[in-house]
């Protein structure tokens, strides 16, 4: 920003917009401090600690030059959903952020996963987000041991009984719990769950408060709760979540897939 000098007729230089980049800046700018009071409305009604919440942006559908504007304002946790798009445009950004001084950034991998593509993932993810099945557990910590680095895992929960989606049956989390705990690359840090289309999401979240609570019983360094998204955050802030995925509300609407 240029200071004006005060006088009656000067430009005031700074109020103007000049590349498309500023103005996503902005736009990106404003949606993020929309959200950020969300979270310290819902924390307030709580009785919760904003500190103890990560928001994680989710920016799958947007390209590398939203995650470099986004870092800018502060964001350090990214969620993406689609293997080839994730470790592409993670790479760009983190290359652009090394040659800029900057490393901190945590990726969050938050999709349908095949265990073909978990070696993949595993070199460019963070943590990952939707383990959800023993073949995967095993295809991940392979994964982690060829890059030789330690990953985080949550296990996505299945709120709606159905197996054929996404997710572990709340009664199956248990061993399948005990499972990545029991591998040395794998650190199982806690749960996962979309609320099922349709269903009360403060149900739903309640369901996965007690999954959680019953993995946390046996791994106590289990104790983070995925739950929450641009619509329903504020029932994932009543039930616990501490981690927060955040897409539509900060980027805006994503293109259809076709
Ligand atoms: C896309 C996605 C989100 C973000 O959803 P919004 O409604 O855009 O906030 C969160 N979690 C998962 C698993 C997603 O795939």
Request: aromatic share 4%; with cysteine.
């Amino acid at each position: 920003m240029t200071a004006h000098d005060g006088s009656p007729d000067a430009p005031r230089l700074g109020t103007q917009l000049e590349t498309p980049d500023e103005q996503r800046l902005e736009e990106l700018r404003t949606n993020l401090a929309a959200v950020n009071a969300r979270i310290e409305r819902g924390c307030a009604d709580a009785g919760r600690d904003p500190d103890e919440v990560t928001l994680v942006v989710v920016t799958k559908y947007f390209p590398a030059s939203d995650v470099l504007l986004l870092h800018r304002l502060g964001v350090r946790h990214f969620g993406e959903n689609r293997d080839q798009e994730a470790g592409e445009k993670f790479r760009a950004a983190r290359h652009a952020l090394a040659e800029a001084g900057e490393s901190e950034l945590t990726l969050h991998f938050i999709g349908q996963l095949q265990s073909n593509k978990a070696g993949h993932v595993a070199g460019y993810s963070d943590v990952v987000q939707s383990v959800d099945r023993s073949k995967l557990v095993s295809a991940l910590d392979r994964g982690a041991h060829a890059v030789d680095r330690r990953l985080r895992l949550l296990l996505q929960v299945s709120l709606d009984g159905d197996t054929a989606r996404s997710g572990v049956l709340p009664e199956a989390a248990a061993d399948l719990a005990d499972e990545v705990a029991g591998r040395e690359l794998l650190s199982l840090k806690g749960v996962m769950a979309v609320a099922p289309l349709g269903a009360d999401p403060d149900e739903a979240f309640a369901r996965l408060r007690a999954v959680a609570d019953g993995i946390r019983a046996r791994h106590p360094d289990a104790d983070w709760l995925s739950a929450g998204m641009s619509a329903d955050l504020e029932a994932g802030l009543r039930h616990g979540a501490t981690h927060l995925r955040v897409g539509t509300a900060i980027l805006g609407s994503r293109p259809s897939l076709l």
